[in-house]
């Protein structure tokens, strides 16, 4: 049975909830009880994992999970553009391609929109334990769960964004929202309580009804990540480790397979946002695959074609790396599916980790993917921070190890291609980790990211082409509608 229709009747019932829930009292953030009135009567039984898995539902937004995250994760990156029409490249190409923020653009509002309400889900979940007082070991791991997406969601806003108002708490009056930025550093040290406490309380897995439940596993990546962002080498390899020897996930999924629907939750998968859709379930989709989808007509319009890659991912892949047909799409070419891309439409190349089962298209009724999960953290992210980490700490010899683990995957039983990496030096290694960064993860919301914590994203982007890139574009401009309504306490990015 096909993934849209197979997921648990757990899954769909916990679906069901959260969307009741978040249309019930979709602004239940600016009213309700104070916090201190509830009493234990008052949740029934359930209630509490009722408020978790509205946070989870928040991840399905257009901010999180759909085009203003493709945007500001992918396109802005050295080796993939805008893609569209030539009216969409007249509009945004100039926004993400050539990085003139304007301080008012919906993508970039509504990123910012829709993490703080994924925020504010989560501090509902905290308000609600603290007010109960109750510390069972499912109430903890209830509140881990909500700790991790309020981790994951400031993480995305101070790269994004830089400072940004720290609100962790229950928000019952829309002037207790209006609070100045905090610092990077305040951020980082909220992020870090959060995960720590994610790692200390979340399971190492989950019954196969709560597929796509976070994990202490996703925990303690997320907390590699933030470490690696802030260089902090020794951590970042210490918490990738963890996630390596947990024995929770492995290699084993072919390249060619991770990003179909068949390859969703996989032993790979560290992280995903689950989506579900089909005729008789339409409200629990998101917009992640159709608003990349190729931009044709017809059986082949399946979607708005933006986020494609360029050629510089193009040649970035070693000579016949089996990787590079598995990430992008040329157009003339037949898929796997034996569909054909046609030629003679705006673009050459797609994105082919967006593209979707023809014979799930038939079957829901839809050509835009809104059943695709979008992966977020995978097992071969996790094995290349620790390759990096470990690397920068002077342990060339395990980097080495943990990066053939990569390639060996990617190679498969073809030995005359991606030969092993035997380089000591560090210099060296680490071109090679950051090389096979880029192909390993090619259109996967990192090398933006990654190309500002190195520190070579000037260089990078100008040689690529994208010559109004400077260090302001590090960080996106706060949106001047949070401004305006904040009476000006919010505070605009520097040279905005």
């Not at 897995?205 to 709560?210: G, H, V």
């Not at 339409?282 to 074609?305: C, E, H, N, P, Y």
């Not at 892949?317 to 003679?344: C, M, Q, S, V, W």
């Not at 914590?453 to 040689?463: K, L, S």
Request: net charge negative; aromatic share 10%; glycine share 8%.
């Amino acid at each position: 049975m096909i993934k849209i229709y197979n997921k648990s009747s757990r899954l769909l019932l916990m679906l069901i909830t959260t969307v009741f829930m978040l249309s019930s009292c979709s602004t239940d953030w600016l009213d309700g009880e104070p916090k201190g009135r509830l009493t234990e009567d008052d949740l029934p039984p359930g209630s509490l994992e009722g408020l978790v898995f509205a946070a989870y539902a928040s991840l399905r937004s257009e901010g999180t999970s759909g085009l203003p995250y493709a945007a500001i994760h992918n396109i802005r990156s050295d080796d993939a553009s805008l893609g569209g029409s030539v009216g969409d490249e007249a509009g945004a190409g100039p926004i993400f391609d050539n990085f003139q923020y304007p301080k008012d653009y919906w993508l970039i509002n509504n990123y910012w929109t829709n993490h703080y309400q994924a925020i504010a889900a989560t501090n509902r979940v905290m308000a609600a334990a603290d007010s109960i007082g109750i510390t069972t070991d499912e109430t903890l791991s209830l509140v881990a769960e909500a700790k991790f997406i309020r981790a994951w969601a400031y993480f995305n806003m101070v790269r994004a964004f830089g400072e940004v108002p720290k609100i962790d708490f229950r928000i019952y009056t829309q002037d207790q929202a209006n609070v100045p930025k905090s610092s990077v550093a305040d951020i980082y040290a909220l992020i870090d309580a959060d995960l720590q406490a994610a790692v200390m309380n979340l399971p190492l897995k989950w019954e196969s009804r709560y597929i796509g439940r976070l994990t202490k596993g996703a925990a303690y990546a997320l907390q590699a990540k933030t470490f690696l962002a802030r260089s902090q080498w020794g951590k970042a390899l210490a918490a990738a480790q963890s996630v390596i020897n947990s024995g929770q996930y492995d290699l084993s999924v072919p390249y060619d397979q991770i990003f179909t629907e068949k390859g969703e939750n996989s032993s790979e998968s560290v992280f995903e946002i689950q989506a579900l859709y089909n005729q008789n379930v339409k409200d629990f989709g998101i917009t992640w695959a159709g608003r990349q989808g190729v931009r044709g007509s017809g059986a082949m319009d399946l979607g708005w074609g933006w986020n494609v890659p360029n050629t510089r991912l193009i040649d970035a892949y070693e000579a016949n790396d089996p990787r590079k047909e598995a990430t992008i799409l040329f157009a003339g070419t037949t898929t796997n599916y034996r569909e054909t891309i046609p030629t003679g439409l705006a673009r050459e190349y797609w994105n082919k980790k967006v593209y979707t089962d023809p014979a799930i298209r038939a079957q829901t009724g839809s050509r835009f993917g809104e059943w695709f999960n979008l992966r977020i953290i995978r097992y071969a992210d996790v094995v290349l921070m620790a390759a990096e980490a470990a690397n920068e700490t002077g342990d060339q010899q395990t980097a080495l190890n943990y990066l053939e683990l990569v390639r060996a995957r990617a190679r498969g039983a073809n030995s005359a291609i991606l030969p092993r990496v035997t380089t000591t030096n560090q210099v060296e290694l680490r071109n090679a980790i950051r090389h096979e960064r880029q192909v390993e993860l090619g259109m996967e919301n990192e090398r933006f990211f990654d190309l500002v914590r190195w520190g070579i994203d000037i260089e990078t982007m100008h040689a690529a082409g994208k010559t109004g890139y400077q260090e302001r574009n590090r960080f996106l401009p706060i949106p001047q509608p949070e401004i305006d309504r904040s009476g000006g306490v919010l505070k605009q990015n520097p040279n905005y």
